[in-house]
């Protein structure tokens, strides 16, 4: 499948291209579908004209943008064994198919993925890209606990069975739609294969990259809150958790409040994330990049000191409250610090960086922070009180 939306210029040449790999080099019988999700130019009658000239082309009209509504949509009601997508751009090369599709079609893997953050690829795009990308997956990894190396590449394939389980549990529409589904495949203990892939920057992408980095982290704590919360029920399709992950009978309980608490500070972590971005970008627009930065962490890490007192480590009441926000502010000092470190790296490299690539520069220090922030919280700031939650 390949989801489009005014892809005019790109439409006809790269289903050209991909149909004559697959009809001379893929040993396997395949169909392209063209999903116009909400185009306005000539996407859609180039669509229909790819359809009568290639026998293997199929073409569908969605009137509702949004690649990952467009994806859902095809992919419910296909008949294939095996269900992809790539980008219109054709970004990843063609060779990397049948080693993408080989694993789903002998049983091997459930799902696969292209990567451009694994050792192999090859992959010429810029640096701001290229910061984003590596500060979005470590944001999964500390949020979500995902151990797959790259969401967002569009190059990525599942076997039908198990999409027809995951496809219902999803909700998003648009570009955070990647990540939803691998991170229920891999909760639902699905195996996941990645393919490193040769990989060149589209210099005229259509992605907004500061609208999609807000979209993306507003999908982080909503997909986050509901795994915590349970009301997210993913079925059990493949091997569960690995056995080093399981606690051991004697060491439950320390384990397992250590484990809930970290759940907790988490979740707490990304939805500070969230209101450090929009307030800094907010401010950003009257300030400098410093007094922003400072401004925007003083504000969420007074607010992340509260709501971690009473939801991470369970304290109520008033008192102490004032010398834990005091502890908390030097946990703060140590973020100022790291994060206008990143700044000054960052104008220091580049004599005028983009707002994009000062907010990837910020999240990857406040990623940092955050793990110094939680062990502050736990050995100091709430030392007396983190036990686990108190009863109300």
Partial sequence: MVPVRNEERDLVPSIRRLDAHLRDRFPFTARITIADNGSTDGTWSQALALEAELNSVRAVRLERPGRGGALRSVW????????????????????????????????????????????????????????????????LHASLGTRFSDAQCGFKAIRADQARALLPLTS?????????????AERAGLRIHEVPVDWIDDADSRVKLVATAVADLRGIVRLGTGLARGTISIPTLGNPSPPGLRQAGGQASGRG???????????VGVASTVAYVLLYLLLRGSMAAQAANAISLLVTAMANTAVNRRVTFGIRGRMHAARHQARGLIAFGIGLALTSGALVALHAASARPGRAAEVAVLILANLVATLVRFGLYRSWVFHRSARGPHPA
């Fill in 76 to 139: 419910s009601q296909s008949d294939a064994a095996v269900l992809a997508y790539m980008d219109v751009d054709l970004s990843t090369d063609l060779n990397a198919l049948l080693p993408l599709l080989a694993p789903l079609l002998s049983g091997h893997s459930d799902v696969a993925i292209g990567t451009r953050l694994a050792r192999g690829a090859r992959v010429i795009r810029g640096p701001r890209r290229e910061i984003i990308s590596r500060c979005y997956n470590l944001l």
């Fill in 172 to 184: 998003d529409t648009g570009w955070f739609f990647d990540t939803e589904l691998l991170v229920l």
């Fill in 257 to 267: 409040r250590l484990a809930g608490q970290l759940v907790r500070f988490i979740a």
